[in-house]
């Protein structure tokens, strides 16, 4: 079983909707959560960065943590075709040497006009 | 400002041959790192070095070599290219001393081993 799950899609709405991508994991040690997007043929870039468990947003994006649960999500308000790329969740833990992140396999999202 | 530079974008190879990956960074930043990204699997650490002269493994290190001889720049060396290394590969960077700062990745090389 991998660390960190996520649901590869592809996730299909339509422009406007409200769109929720959630990835699970397995190490309880992990504190540090990131949301990346990755457009295609171009290198992931950080959305969102949330420390333990809580809410945190950043314009039409909201990351959310349940550590209890251990599943973290990020929710996008009013989806515009540009936000059409795959979003690959990321995690460390405290102290982690390097700060090696652990992925997931991302999901790739697709919203139509 | 450049930010993460790979080359080369493509690279096609045959079972047995080397090559090396180039990653250049000018942002300054003491911690860097490859990582391959394969359908379905992610994006697997492979090596990292959080400073010039200093290198450890990831996740997946056989088959791959690097070294840090300067800030700027680490290499990839496929020591003996085979098929199972078939993989988008990428570099990316962060500042050292702060625990969060964000990485910066390139946008990566496509290789092919036939």
């Known amino acids: 079983q991998k660390e960190v799950e996520q649901d590869p899609g592809p996730l299909s709405v339509p422009e406007g909707a409200i769109v929720s991508l959630n990835c699970t994991y397995s190490n309880s040690a992990f504190q540090y959560f990131m949301w990346y997007r990755q457009y295609s043929r171009k290198g992931p870039e950080l959305l969102m960065y949330?420390?333990?468990?809580g809410n945190k947003e950043d314009g039409r994006f909201t990351a959310q943590v349940d550590k209890s649960s251990k599943y973290i999500s990020l929710f996008i308000r009013d989806s515009q075709p540009s936000d059409s790329a795959t979003y690959l969740c990321a995690m460390s833990a405290w102290n982690n040497a390097g700060n090696m992140l652990t992925f997931g396999g991302g999901t790739r999202l697709m919203v139509k006009p | 400002n450049a930010g993460v530079t790979q080359t080369p974008k493509f690279q096609v190879l045959k079972t047995g041959q080397s090559m090396t990956l180039q990653c250049a960074q000018d942002?300054?930043?003491?911690?860097m790192s490859w990582y391959r990204q394969d359908p379905g699997m992610g994006l697997r650490l492979i090596h990292y070095s959080v400073g010039a002269g200093i290198t450890d493994q990831g996740e997946v290190p056989n088959g791959y070599n690097v070294s840090r001889s300067t800030t700027e720049d680490f290499p990839l060396r496929l020591l003996s290219a085979a098929p199972s290394q078939t993989s988008v590969y990428f570099c990316?960077?962060?500042?050292?001393?702060?625990?969060?700062?964000?990485?910066?990745f390139g946008n990566g090389t496509r290789l092919t081993v036939t």
């Open positions: 942002m300054n930043h003491e911690y």
């Open positions: 990316a960077s962060r500042e050292g001393g702060r625990y969060n700062s964000p990485l910066h």
């Open positions: 949330t420390y333990s468990s």
